[in-house]
C-alpha cells in the first residue's frame, strides 16, 4: 500500500517537474453533462492521478472489510497454534523430567486444543503414560499409532521398548521385525534384531541382517564390513571343534574370508592359522600371519606363528620370529617381540638391551615381566626383583589376557563372541571378556624370587633363557643336564611347556 502511494506522488512529481522545465503549462477542456470545465494539462494529471489514488484507497478498504471475518479466524488459529506449541513443549519437558502426573495433564489438554498436529498428541500421551507408570496407557497410546502410515515405526518402537522392560523379548523382537519388514526402516530396528541373533548364537542370521542394512544403506560400508568378519570368526569358532570333515573345512572358508575382509582382526587371522596348520597347510597359514601382522600386530598373532613349527632349533625359532618382528618394526608388538626373539636365542645381553628401549612411561605387568625376565637372563638378580616389584602393583594388558595358558586364544563363549561382533563392528576395537571377568590369562609376570637371599642362592638358579621364555619342554639343547633344585623356601623358575603342535584344549 505504502509503495503503491509513493509511485503516485513519484508520477506525479514528475510530470510536474516536466512542465515547469518546458514552461508550457498546456491546456485542457472537460465536457461532461452539460459541464465544461476548462484547466491546465498539469492541473488535469494531478486530478487524474488523485482520483485514481483514492479509487484504490476506496477498494482497498472495501476488501479489508469484506475480508475481517477472514482474518478474525487467522488470529484465532495463530493464537490455537502458538497454545499448543506451548502446551506440547511443557507436556514434553514434563515427560522427559519425569514428572508423569504433570505431563498427563498436559497431553490432555493438548489433545483438545492441537488439533493440527495429531501425531505429537499421540507421542505425548505415550510419553506422558511411561512417565507415570501407566503400562498398558502407554501400550494403547502406542498401539493407536500403529493406525497411522506415518507413525507405525514410533509405535513399533514404543511397544518394543515396553516389552524389553517388562521381559518379554519374543514380543519386543516381533515389533523390531515388523518395523525393519517396513520400506523406511530405521537402524534401531535393524540393531535390535541383529542383537537377538547374537544373544541365540544364530551367526548365519546375523551376517544376513549385516548384508541387509548393508544394502539398506542403514550402516556404512565400513561397519558391515567389520561386522560380517567378526561374525565370520565367530562362526568358524563354531565349527572347529566339529568332527564332521565337511564341518571343519566350512570353518577354514570362514576363518579364511574373516581374515581377508579384516586383517587386523585377530581372532580371525589366529583361527585361519591355527585351522590352516591343522590341515597341513602351514605355509598359507604363515602368510596370514603375516599380512595381519603388517597391519595389526597382536600377541596371538606372534604365538600362532610360534606354533606353526615344532622341529626348529632355539636360534631357528628366535630368527623366525624377529623376520616377523621386521614386518612392522615400528609397532610396539614388534619390539616387544625383538626381546622374546633374543631371550629365545639366549642372549640375553640383547634382550636386555632391546628390552631398554621399550617405552616405561605406561608402565604395565607384561612390560614389567619382559624386563624382568631380561634383567635375570643377564645375571642382574637386583634389577629383576626391581622390575617384579613394579610389575605386582602395575596393570595387565587386555590384549593380553585373550591369552590361556591352558587352552586356545580367543576360545570364547557364544555370549562372549555376540559382544565381540558388536563392539568390533561399531568401533573397530577389540573387547576382552577374560580381562573385564577378571579371568586367568597368560601370565605376565614370570615365576622369579623377588625377597633378597644370599647370593650363592642365585648363583644356584643360574639363568635358563629357555625357562624363563616358558615355552619349551623337553627340547633338545646344548645341555640337557637338569638345573639344580633352588634352597628351601625358594621358587623354582618357570616350568618348561611342550609346544603345541595341535591346538589345545579351551580352558
Given at each position: 500500500?505504502?509503495?503503491?502511494?509513493?509511485?503516485?506522488?513519484?508520477?506525479?512529481?514528475?510530470?510536474?517537474?516536466?512542465?515547469?522545465?518546458?514552461?508550457?503549462?498546456?491546456?485542457?477542456?472537460?465536457?461532461?453533462?452539460?459541464?465544461?470545465?476548462?484547466?491546465?494539462?498539469?492541473?488535469?494529471?494531478?486530478?487524474?492521478?488523485?482520483?485514481?489514488?483514492?479509487?484504490?484507497?476506496?477498494?482497498?478498504?472495501?476488501?479489508?472489510?469484506?475480508?475481517?471475518?477472514?482474518?478474525?479466524?487467522?488470529?484465532?488459529?495463530?493464537?490455537?497454534?502458538?497454545?499448543?506449541?506451548?502446551?506440547?513443549?511443557?507436556?514434553?519437558?514434563?515427560?522427559?523430567?519425569?514428572?508423569?502426573?504433570?505431563?498427563?495433564?498436559?497431553?490432555?489438554?493438548?489433545?483438545?486444543?492441537?488439533?493440527?498436529?495429531?501425531?505429537?498428541?499421540?507421542?505425548?500421551?505415550?510419553?506422558?503414560?511411561?512417565?507415570?507408570?501407566?503400562?498398558?496407557?502407554?501400550?494403547?497410546?502406542?498401539?493407536?499409532?500403529?493406525?497411522?502410515?506415518?507413525?507405525?515405526?514410533?509405535?513399533?518402537?514404543?511397544?518394543?521398548?515396553?516389552?524389553?522392560?517388562?521381559?518379554?523379548?519374543?514380543?519386543?523382537?516381533?515389533?523390531?521385525?515388523?518395523?525393519?519388514?517396513?520400506?523406511?526402516?530405521?537402524?534401531?530396528?535393524?540393531?535390535?534384531?541383529?542383537?537377538?541373533?547374537?544373544?541365540?548364537?544364530?551367526?548365519?542370521?546375523?551376517?544376513?541382517?549385516?548384508?541387509?542394512?548393508?544394502?539398506?544403506?542403514?550402516?556404512?560400508?565400513?561397519?558391515?564390513?567389520?561386522?560380517?568378519?567378526?561374525?565370520?570368526?565367530?562362526?568358524?569358532?563354531q565349527l572347529e571343534t566339529a568332527s564332521q570333515p565337511k564341518a571343519r573345512a566350512q570353518a577354514v572358508d570362514y576363518a579364511l574370508e574373516a581374515a581377508k575382509l579384516q586383517p587386523g582382526f585377530a581372532p580371525g587371522v589366529v583361527m585361519a592359522a591355527r585351522l590352516l596348520a591343522d590341515t597341513g597347510k602351514p605355509a598359507r597359514a604363515a602368510q596370514a600371519i603375516e599380512v595381519a601382522w603388517k597391519v595389526a600386530p597382536h600377541p596371538a598373532l606372534w604365538l600362532a606363528y610360534r606354533d606353526l613349527k615344532t622341529n626348529e632349533t632355539p636360534r631357528e625359532r628366535a630368527q623366525r620370529l624377529a623376520d616377523l618382528a621386521a614386518l612392522n618394526p615400528g609397532a610396539r608388538e614388534s619390539?616387544?617381540?625383538?626381546?622374546?626373539?633374543?631371550?629365545?636365542?639366549?642372549?640375553?645381553?640383547?634382550?636386555?638391551?632391546?628390552?631398554?628401549?621399550?617405552?616405561?612411561?605406561?608402565?604395565?605387568?607384561?612390560?614389567?615381566?619382559?624386563?624382568?625376565?631380561?634383567?635375570?637372563?643377564?645375571?642382574?638378580?637386583?634389577?629383576?626383583?626391581?622390575?617384579?616389584?613394579?610389575?605386582?602393583?602395575?596393570?595387565?594388558?587386555?590384549?593380553?589376557?585373550?591369552?590361556?595358558?591352558?587352552?586356545?586364544?580367543?576360545?570364547?563363549?557364544?555370549?562372549?563372541?555376540?559382544?565381540?561382533?558388536?563392539?568390533?563392528?561399531?568401533?573397530?576395537?577389540?573387547?576382552?571378556?577374560?580381562?573385564?571377568?577378571?579371568?586367568?590369562?597368560?601370565?605376565?609376570?614370570?615365576?622369579?624370587?623377588?625377597?633378597?637371599?644370599?647370593?650363592?642362592?642365585?648363583?644356584?638358579?643360574?639363568?635358563?633363557?629357555?625357562?624363563?621364555?616358558?615355552?619349551?619342554?623337553?627340547?633338545?639343547?646344548?645341555?640337557?643336564?637338569?638345573?639344580?633344585?633352588?634352597?628351601?623356601?625358594?621358587?623354582?623358575?618357570?616350568?618348561?611347556?611342550?609346544?603345541?603342535?595341535?591346538?589345545?584344549?579351551?580352558?
Amino acid at each position: 500500500m505504502i509503495r503503491t502511494v509513493l509511485a503516485f506522488a513519484f508520477v506525479a512529481v514528475l510530470v510536474v517537474a516536466i512542465l515547469a522545465v518546458t514552461g508550457e503549462a498546456g491546456h485542457a477542456s472537460i465536457t461532461w453533462l452539460g459541464w465544461r470545465a476548462d484547466l491546465t494539462a498539469t492541473a488535469l494529471v494531478l486530478i487524474v492521478l488523485l482520483a485514481a489514488l483514492v479509487a484504490m484507497l476506496a477498494w482497498r478498504l472495501l476488501l479489508w472489510v469484506l475480508n475481517a471475518p477472514v482474518r478474525a479466524e487467522r488470529a484465532r488459529a495463530e493464537t490455537r497454534r502458538r497454545q499448543s506449541l506451548e502446551v506440547l513443549t511443557r507436556g514434553f519437558l514434563a515427560a522427559a523430567a519425569g514428572d508423569g502426573a504433570e505431563a498427563r495433564r498436559l497431553a490432555a489438554k493438548a489433545s483438545e486444543i492441537a488439533i493440527e498436529a495429531p501425531g505429537l498428541t499421540r507421542v505425548l500421551a505415550a510419553q506422558a503414560a511411561e512417565a507415570a507408570g501407566d503400562t498398558a496407557g502407554a501400550q494403547a497410546a502406542y498401539s493407536a499409532m500403529l493406525g497411522f502410515p506415518e507413525m507405525r515405526l514410533a509405535g513399533h518402537k514404543g511397544l518394543m521398548q515396553l516389552a524389553l522392560t517388562q521381559g518379554d523379548r519374543i514380543a519386543a523382537v516381533g515389533h523390531a521385525e515388523q518395523a525393519y519388514g517396513q520400506a523406511r526402516t530405521a537402524r534401531w530396528a535393524w540393531r535390535a534384531l541383529l542383537e537377538a541373533r547374537l544373544e541365540e548364537g544364530d551367526w548365519e542370521a546375523a551376517r544376513d541382517l549385516v548384508k541387509g542394512a548393508l544394502d539398506r544403506k542403514i550402516v556404512p560400508p565400513v561397519v558391515a564390513e567389520r561386522g560380517r568378519a567378526a561374525l565370520l570368526a565367530a562362526s568358524a569358532a563354531q565349527l572347529e571343534t566339529a568332527s564332521q570333515p565337511k564341518a571343519r573345512a566350512q570353518a577354514v572358508d570362514y576363518a579364511l574370508e574373516a581374515a581377508k575382509l579384516q586383517p587386523g582382526f585377530a581372532p580371525g587371522v589366529v583361527m585361519a592359522a591355527r585351522l590352516l596348520a591343522d590341515t597341513g597347510k602351514p605355509a598359507r597359514a604363515a602368510q596370514a600371519i603375516e599380512v595381519a601382522w603388517k597391519v595389526a600386530p597382536h600377541p596371538a598373532l606372534w604365538l600362532a606363528y610360534r606354533d606353526l613349527k615344532t622341529n626348529e632349533t632355539p636360534r631357528e625359532r628366535a630368527q623366525r620370529l624377529a623376520d616377523l618382528a621386521a614386518l612392522n618394526p615400528g609397532a610396539r608388538e614388534s619390539r616387544i617381540l625383538v626381546v622374546e626373539s633374543w631371550l629365545i636365542a639366549g642372549d640375553p645381553q640383547r634382550a636386555q638391551h632391546a628390552a631398554s628401549e621399550l617405552p616405561t612411561e605406561s608402565m604395565t605387568a607384561r612390560i614389567a615381566g619382559l624386563l624382568a625376565r631380561a634383567a635375570y637372563a643377564a645375571g642382574q638378580a637386583d634389577e629383576a626383583r626391581l622390575w617384579m616389584s613394579r610389575g605386582l602393583g602395575a596393570p595387565s594388558e587386555p590384549d593380553w589376557s585373550d591369552l590361556d595358558p591352558e587352552g586356545r586364544a580367543f576360545a570364547y563363549l557364544p555370549a562372549d563372541w555376540a559382544r565381540l561382533v558388536a563392539s568390533f563392528a561399531e568401533t573397530g576395537e577389540l573387547i576382552h571378556p577374560r580381562h573385564e571377568r577378571r579371568e586367568r590369562g597368560m601370565t605376565e609376570l614370570p615365576d622369579l624370587p623377588i625377597s633378597y637371599a644370599d647370593q650363592p642362592a642365585f648363583e644356584a638358579q643360574a639363568p635358563d633363557p629357555y625357562a624363563l621364555e616358558g615355552v619349551y619342554e623337553d627340547e633338545e639343547g646344548p645341555d640337557e643336564t637338569p638345573p639344580p633344585s633352588p634352597p628351601g623356601g625358594q621358587r623354582r623358575p618357570l616350568a618348561r611347556r611342550r609346544l603345541a603342535s595341535a591346538p589345545r584344549a579351551a580352558k
